[in-house]
């Protein structure tokens, strides 16, 4: 079972940068991994996401500006954030899907067997 733990959530200014980090355990090397996130009175919003084979998926809002990635042995899995917005706060999730590519995450969200972790706090003002 694929165990996720964030960090690195925290305050930013507007135009800021913040990384984010997950510890992984349990990891599926066939699972695609990446970063979901929710803000008050808004649904989920899959942002960005990894492959087995490292190739990544962003969504619209945060092309550009994020960037994912993992160390050499899939252990911890990163979010670069940069030129922070204030919408961009929100409580960001890392997340393991076994059963579904990078890029169906990104469009379509999880299924049911995915694991999420608890969450980290980013707060970005203007």
């Known amino acids: 079972q694929v165990h996720l733990g964030e960090s690195g959530g925290g305050s930013a200014q507007a135009g800021g940068s913040l990384t984010l980090s997950c510890g992984t355990s349990?990891?599926?090397?066939?699972?695609?991994m990446g970063w979901f996130r929710q803000a008050p009175g808004k649904q989920r919003e899959g942002l960005a996401s990894?492959?087995?084979?490292?190739?990544?998926t962003y969504a619209d809002s945060v092309q550009g500006r994020f960037t994912i990635s993992q160390d050499k042995d899939k252990k911890t899995l990163y979010l670069q954030m940069t030129s922070l917005k204030p919408e961009d706060t929100a409580t960001y999730y890392c997340?393991?899907?076994?059963?579904?590519?990078?890029?169906?995450?990104?469009?379509?969200?999880?299924?049911?067997?995915?694991?999420w972790g608890t969450g980290t706090q980013v707060t970005v003002s203007s």
């Open positions: 997340v393991a899907d076994g059963a579904r590519s990078g890029a169906y995450v990104i469009e379509y969200g999880l299924g049911p067997l995915a694991t």
């Open positions: 349990g990891y599926n090397n066939r699972a695609c």
């Open positions: 990894i492959d087995s084979d490292r190739s990544a």
